[in-house]
C-alpha cells in the first residue's frame, strides 16, 4: 500500500529563513508527488507536483520541491519565509493504479518576525 | 476563484436534523470527492465518484449518504449526526479517478458543528 510520511508536524523558522518541510514516501513503483497548502478554513490548494519529468520542481509562491529517488524523499523547500506562508502543509502520493491521493499527516508551518 | 465551490461555508445543526452539504465544480472533471477534517487528525476520503458512479466508500456510517447527480454536482446528506461528527467537509474534484497524475482541486469547505 502506497503511504506517505511528513516528519514533524509542526516546523517554526523567522521571517527571511529558509523553510524545509520534509515528506517520504514509500513505494515500489514511480510514484506522482503532491505538495498542498490549506490555510486557516479553507481547502488545500496546490503548491506543485512531481510527475516523473524534471526532479526540481518548482511551484508557486516561491516554493520549489525536489525527487529523490533514492532517498524516497520529496523535501519541500523555501528560501525565505514570508509571514504569509503560515499555513497547514500536506504531501500526497499516488500512483500509476489510478488517481487515489493518500495524504500525509499535515507540518504547520509557523513563522516568526 | 478554486472552480470548485462548496454551501453553505458553515453549518449548525442538531443531532436530530437533516441538512446537506453541496459541491459543484466548474472545472469539467469527471472524479468528485468527499473528504472529513478533523482537528488533530488525518484527511480521511469518505467517498469517490468517478463519472457519476460511487467507486469507493471508506466505510462511512450511513447517516452520511452521498448524491452525485451528474459530474458536477455532488451532495453529502446528513441526518442523526453525532458531535464528533463535527469538522470541516471537504469536496475535491480531478479529471479523472482511473488516471495518475492529475492530483486534485479542493473547494474551502463547510464547517460543520453537531450540537
Known sequence: AQSVTQLGSHVSVSEGALVLLRCNYSSSVPPYLFWYVQYPNQGLQLLLKYTSAATLVKGINGFEAEFKKSETSFHLTKPSAHMSDAAEYFCAVTYNAGNMLTFGGGTRLMVKP | ?115
Open chain 2, 1 to 115: 476563484e478554486t472552480g470548485v465551490t462548496q454551501t453553505p461555508r458553515h453549518l449548525v445543526m442538531g443531532m436530530t436534523n437533516k441538512k446537506s452539504l453541496k459541491c459543484e465544480q466548474h472545472l469539467g472533471h469527471n472524479a468528485m470527492y468527499w473528504y472529513k477534517q478533523s482537528a488533530k487528525k488525518p484527511l480521511e476520503l469518505m467517498f469517490v465518484y468517478n463519472f457519476k458512479e460511487q467507486t469507493e466508500n471508506n466505510s462511512v456510517p450511513s447517516r452520511f449518504s452521498p448524491e452525485c447527480p451528474n459530474s458536477s454536482h455532488l451532495f453529502l446528506h446528513l441526518h442523526t449526526l453525532q458531535p464528533e461528527d463535527s469538522a470541516l467537509y471537504l469536496c475535491a474534484s480531478s479529471q479523472d479517478h482511473t488516471i495518475a497524475g492529475y492530483g486534485y482541486t479542493f473547494g474551502s469547505g463547510t464547517r460543520l458543528t453537531v450540537v
